[in-house]
């Protein structure tokens, strides 16, 4: 019997009936944000073409935490006078990834911790593939892009199965050092990276994306992209780590370090990085969880 609940949960995942594709100016801010030179005037034409990212991206520009004393009114000033390229480049990604899973009906989903835990996976990610020897010219966009995806699970499982999944929310408040993803598999049948690993294969994501969300949890990988997918899982690691900037790190976070050619020295220099990155990214998160 569980089995077949456990199947039916899969298969209404795979299917998404009630869900919609992945949204056409997405995929045209996917290409966009990983091509070797970034086209600002085209990027902020797509951008403002969606009235959900333009006017999220729009707030975030004009929140007092980033205090600008100007106005902002298009996507260009954003970047050019308050942002910076590369968060309206994640912000505009995230927030159309983001916007088609509606979570009210989960009571207990937190979608600024949502956010949170993604913009710190996604930035973590990023600086620690730039200390990875890797030939490819947007590797450090393809592990920030993996890094915002890394949570993208739990959204769907949250607007596809809300009773079950308020369930797992107030069950991680009463006792936060649960397991949420042995959490979700009892109470849901399928766990928030299964969810996602359908999700991208679904949406056509890059290949490399793919591959990351199906060989996360499995950490003998040694595929094609298994410089990406032990990535994404070293970062989701330090992400969740409870010390924030403290040495020595986890022993779980270490072997993951060294299997991806890092050695202690450079852990030592990023880990130094955490605090001041942890509240940019709590300040951001607070501003795109009420924007």
């Known amino acids: 019997m569980y089995q077949l609940i456990l199947n039916e949960k899969r298969s209404r995942v795979r299917g998404l009936p009630d869900l919609p594709p992945f949204p056409a100016v997405g995929q045209q801010i996917l290409r966009q944000v990983t091509s070797e030179q970034v086209d600002i005037p085209r990027l902020a034409k797509t951008i403002e073409r969606d009235p959900a990212v333009f006017g999220r991206i729009i707030g975030v520009a004009n929140s007092a935490y980033y205090g600008c004393q100007d106005t902002i009114y298009t996507i260009s000033h954003a970047i050019v006078r308050v942002l910076g390229l590369n968060m309206v480049k994640s912000l505009a990604l995230g927030i159309v990834l983001n916007e088609p899973f509606r979570h009210t009906a989960c009571q207990g989903f937190d979608m600024k911790r949502h956010w949170f835990q993604s913009l710190y996976t996604a930035m973590l990610a990023q600086m620690l593939a730039r200390r990875i ?68 294969k679904k949406w056509h994501l890059p ?79 607070a501003v795109l969880s009420e924007a």
């Open 133 to 200: 020897d890797n030939d490819e010219h947007d590797f450090s966009d393809q592990a920030y892009i993996a890094g915002m995806l890394n949570n993208l699970g739990e959204l769907v499982l949250a607007y596809l199965f809300p009773s079950e999944m308020s369930d797992v929310m107030l069950r991680m408040q009463r006792e936060p050092d649960s397991d949420v993803i042995a959490l979700q598999a009892d109470t849901v049948g399928i766990t928030s990276h299964e969810a996602c690993s359908i999700l991208a």
């Open 207 to 285: 290949v490399s994306l793919q591959t990351v969300f199906r060989y996360r949890d499995s950490p003998e990988y040694e595929g094609r992209y298994s410089q990406l997918v032990h990535l994404t899982r070293l970062s989701d690691q330090l992400a969740c780590s409870t010390e924030i900037g403290e040495m020595p790190l986890p022993a779980e976070i270490t072997v993951q370090a060294v299997k991806l050619g890092l050695e202690n020295r450079q852990m030592e220099k990023l880990v130094t990085k955490i605090p001041a990155i942890y509240q940019e990214v709590s300040n951001l998160a």
